[in-house]
């Protein structure tokens, strides 16, 4: 298939607020900070951007984003849904945008604290409950770790998945935060004991299968490959984009249908190597959405690193460690052990390999795969140098 | 009980039909009536053959237990009171394809924190119970003892 995105546009700027718990400033002000500094990384101006894409679920709207950072007429705006799936999303579509001429300099970004309202939706939900969550919640299914872990149950009893397993995937994403100065958990060492001794959160799901909760922002600019090489940076042109609702889904509570193993990874893979010049083979590093441990074996096996219920094997061995496994993965940490950002730092972390800049870096890395929210409507994209 | 649960609408546009029949004792599913399929959750078209038409069908409440958390603090007051409890999600046995959410319970009016969470096994056979809070009966389940053997290698 000939994708008519494929090489055309690439993120030329990235930037990032500190992460940390109970930032002072609000998530818009959070939001213009990243973007300006995206801007500033990129080489351009402020009015030079027309285009923004962001989550839904972001507080900062676009026109009051416009008015802070002082950018140019915005001729291309648009909005994804369904949280963590929605990283890749913004930026694959602010790639069509550039691509198809709606807009020539777009950005892409994600502010969050998770004190602000809206931030922990399951802890607000009204007493009388519509839609989906009329199957779950009354039964005290009610938090996003509740509904993974009753996947993560269900998996591990098909496929032999154990929690050894579980803590490879937690124990690598740290050892790469404890490199990374900026992570959460920079310096701070898991220990597979700790691990086995930790708390239960949603069995058989303990503390350290979870993602972190932050406070921060990211921020990604996208131009036209043409305009990315007279820029500062080297480009990470976008290569693939897709997006995926797997057929029957139901959001974070995938088990009505038939095969609620085969996540929306597995449609989302399809339409990424059907568009692309690299196959899973090629991959050398990877930055898979990790709000919970068990996403990640089920990721691999969408994506096609590995078989169906293969995925919790091979993480054995130290596979998902840098610089030795045979797929480095989250090596900034993620959303484990960096911070939790509905998945965006992963999208900062892909350009980095590009660049050759991360603190795990990758040697030689000429693709680079980043994907967004196992378990709701998903996106992923392929960057390439 | 706890009145600060999270209850579904007894009103809701879809699954109105559904828990007016839990408070009456029945586990109620659509059927197309185009095309005959059982579909849960409930919604106006079929996804087969997109017949707005339906009717809702009794089940024998029977199933088997397809996975099962057990849920630790943090949670909502009213559910952190009962932690660590269990939810369960249950195969039905007329159709494979159709799966309910809901809690094991010992006794038929029993807490969803009683059962031994080491005795919980994927595969078990289930019944369904009715557990009534304030205007809403919410289908629980009890294992069934005596169909063990019969499915204990289906799984």
């Not at chain 1, 939790?340 to 680079?368: K, M, P, W």
């Amino acid at each position: 298939m000939t994708s008519a995105i494929k090489d055309r546009t690439a993120i030329v700027g990235i930037g990032q607020t500190a992460f940390g718990k109970g930032l002072a400033d609000s998530e818009l002000s959070l939001a213009c900070q990243a973007i300006s500094m995206a801007i500033d990384d990129a080489g351009l101006r402020p009015a030079d951007v027309d285009g923004l894409v962001m989550f839904s679920m972001e507080n900062g709207r676009e026109v009051e984003v416009a008015r802070n950072v002082g950018l140019g007429a915005i001729t291309y705006f648009g909005e994804i849904g369904y949280g963590g799936g929605a990283g890749c999303a913004t930026v694959g579509h602010a790639a069509m945008a550039v691509a198809t001429g709606q807009c020539r300099v777009a950005v892409a970004w994600r502010a969050r604290k998770r004190s602000a309202k809206g931030s922990r939706p399951w802890a607000q939900v009204s007493q009388r409950l519509g839609g989906y969550q009329q199957w779950t919640r009354p039964f005290g299914l009610l938090r996003p770790v509740d509904e993974i872990a009753m996947l993560a149950r269900r998996y591990m009893h098909e496929f032999g998945a154990t929690r050894e397993h579980l803590a490879n995937v937690a124990l690598a994403f740290r050892k790469h935060a404890n490199r990374n100065p900026r992570a959460t958990m920079y310096q701070k060492p898991l220990t597979r004991a700790d691990y086995l001794a930790a708390r239960w959160i949603s069995e058989p799901l303990c503390l350290f299968d979870n993602c972190l909760e932050t406070d921060g922002a990211l921020a990604v600019v996208i131009v036209s490959a043409e305009r990315a090489r007279d820029l500062k940076q080297r480009p990470a042109y976008v290569h693939a984009f897709a997006q995926s609702i797997p057929q029957q889904c139901q959001v974070m509570t995938y088990y009505f249908c038939d095969e609620p193993l085969l996540g929306p990874s597995y449609a989302c893979a399809r339409l990424l190597w059907s568009a692309s010049d690299f196959q899973p083979a090629d991959v050398r590093v990877a930055q898979l959405y990790d709000a919970f441990s068990p996403l990640i074996p089920l990721s691999l096996e969408g994506y096609g690193f590995c078989q169906r219920g293969e995925g919790a094997a091979f993480t054995d061995g130290g596979a998902l460690e840098w610089p030795d496994g045979r797929l480095p993965t989250n090596t900034s940490g993620g959303g484990m052990s960096e911070a939790y950002v509905h998945g965006f730092n992963l999208v900062l972390e892909g350009v980095r390999q590009i660049r050759g800049t991360s603190t795990c870096q990758v040697d030689g890395a000429e693709c680079s795969l980043v994907t967004s929210g196992e378990g709701v409507p998903t996106s992923a994209l392929l960057l390439r140098r | 009980m706890d009145p600060d649960f999270l209850l579904p609408d007894l009103e809701d546009e879809d699954a109105g039909p559904f828990w007016q029949g839990t408070a009456r004792g029945e586990l109620l599913v659509q059927a197309c009536s185009g095309c005959g399929r059982r579909r849960m959750p409930p919604r106006p078209m079929c996804p087969t053959c997109r017949s707005l038409e339906h009717s809702w069908h009794a089940l024998s409440g029977r199933g088997t237990i397809w996975s099962f958390v057990i849920a630790h603090p943090p949670l909502l007051p009213a559910y952190q009171a009962l932690a660590p409890y269990n939810v369960i999600t249950v195969t039905l046995d007329e159709d494979p394809g159709l799966r309910l959410v809901g809690n094991l319970v010992a006794r038929p009016d029993g807490p969803i924190n009683e059962v031994d969470p080491a005795t919980i096994r994927i595969g078990a056979p289930v019944r369904v119970v009715f557990q009534r809070i304030g205007d809403i009966s919410l289908p629980r389940w009890m294992l069934e003892e005596s169909r063990q053997s019969a499915v204990g290698s289906r799984q």
